[in-house]
């Protein structure tokens, strides 16, 4: 049997939570060790969650990555939409229903 092995850690913080109880900000600090102190420090997430759609399905975020190793550059920017009023098939409408 193999041993478990510490590989990293995460840090995540929610803020601006609406009435309904929906995120629409989260920071995830991403750790090299379980200490979570400024020399572990490895990347900071940075998410804003602007739409949500009827079924409460987040459609739109933008994600920001820092990688704190390499000088507080910008990693990778991303805006993400998912959009699950296309398709017909059960499938899709079942998938919409749940936000997948």
């Not at 102190?37 to 933008?62: G, M, P």
């Not at 920001?64 to 993400?80: A, G, P, S």
């Amino acid at each position: 049997m193999a041993a478990w092995t510490f590989s990293g850690m995460q840090d995540v913080t929610n803020d601006s939570i609406d009435i309904y109880d929906m995120t629409g900000h989260s920071i995830v600090k991403s750790y090299s060790s379980a200490t979570m102190s400024s020399s572990s420090f490895l990347s900071l997430q940075d998410i804003n969650y602007t739409h949500y759609d009827r079924f409460v399905c987040r459609t739109r975020e933008h994600k920001r990555h820092i990688q704190m190793k390499r000088r507080t550059v910008l990693k990778d920017y991303k805006e993400i939409v998912n959009d699950f009023n296309t398709g017909t098939a059960p499938i899709t409408r079942w998938a919409r229903k749940l936000g997948n």
